[in-house]
């Protein structure tokens, strides 16, 4: 479904260059709640039905969501993996035929990255969120500049600008300069983003909120929309609700939506496209359910058990 809003569309008629210039704000930095209770009640855990304990499915659950969150975040990043192909990649290492070593790597960092952030016994801090981008963020081999990962000393490392500071390609948006603000700048505003998203309610606003304000913050030189998502999708884990599927995303729309944050403080059309993903993983998780009972009733129906259960 097609997610539009004419006075956005109206203002990015215009090139980024003859947009008003954006600079980073404390007012637009601050976290907030976003999506309607009514909403948020459909996510609460307690509106989930009951499934049996039986091992061997909770494996095979941790195991898709780890491919979907692979394929999905890499896919909006522009990666050519469909799902079948990371499936394939993460249960035999055969690469899909004719896809760059960047295009592979991709994957590959998503899958341990996601493994990482699910492996943690509590939130993630400032620590944990520097490694997460180190395994997301670092380069294929030595040297190899890539445009999309960095070298060994970067990942995982704040950014440090020089007096030009960081211009993003295509958007208006300027993020704050460490050469003006300080090298304490980045870690001491991402150390309050992670207490100020801990403190929302909401699991769904704690996500949109990682989503949209950490690659505003854009605290390292690159991967900050890649650390953004992975965490987004962590807040869903970690409460055990269904995990959004990145992969259901409009990758334009996602992308606007987020220029229309940077520039305006405009959530709109971000929220929107994220709650499409949130749907489409509530529907999948339904769908999951149903072929659950429907296998454990034939399974009982011919006196089998399950092992384990």
């Known amino acids: 479904m097609t997610v539009a809003f004419p006075d956005l569309d109206e203002y990015f008629q215009r090139p980024s260059d003859e947009r008003r210039p954006a600079f980073f704000t404390e007012e637009r930095f601050k976290v907030a709640p ?49 799902l079948a192909d990371t499936q394939r990649l993460l249960d035999t290492g055969a690469t899909k035929p004719g896809a760059s070593v960047d295009d592979t790597h991709l994957v590959r960092t998503h899958l341990a990255a996601w493994r990482y952030l699910t492996g943690l016994e509590r939130r993630p801090a400032l620590d944990e969120i520097r490694e997460t981008h180190r395994l997301l963020a670092i380069e294929p081999a030595p040297e190899t500049n890539s445009p999309h990962f960095l070298p060994a000393i970067q990942a995982g490392a704040f950014r440090v600008d020089g007096p030009e500071g960081l211009l993003i390609s295509g958007s208006a948006y300027i993020p704050p300069n460490t050469y003006d603000r300080g090298l304490d700048f980045l870690p001491q505003h991402l150390d309050r983003l992670v207490q100020d998203i801990a403190g929302l309610p909401q699991v769904a606003d704690r996500a949109l909120n990682w989503l949209a304000r950490l690659p505003y913050l854009q605290a390292f030189s690159d991967s900050n929309k890649r650390l953004g ?3 987004a999708a962590w807040e869903f884990h970690h409460v055990q609700a269904p995990i959004p599927r990145l ?4 990758r334009g729309a996602y992308l606007r939506g987020l220029l229309a ?49």
């Open 34 to 82: 976003f999506y309607p209770q009514a909403f948020n009640a459909r996510i609460h855990p307690a509106s989930f039905p009951t499934i049996p304990s039986i091992p061997e499915l909770a494996q095979a659950t941790v195991r898709a969501a780890l491919v979907d969150v692979a394929w999905g975040s890499a896919a909006l990043e522009g990666g050519s993996y469909t």
């Open 229 to 231: 998502r992975l965490l």
């Open 247 to 250: 992969g259901k995303m409009d």
């Open 261 to 309: 944050f940077y520039e305006l403080g405009d959530l709109r059309l971000l929220g929107a496209v994220f709650q499409q993903a949130i749907e489409a993983g509530l529907d999948a998780d339904r769908r999951m359910h149903q072929d659950m009972m429907r296998i454990l009733g034939e399974r009982e129906s011919q006196g089998d058990d399950w092992p384990g259960a």
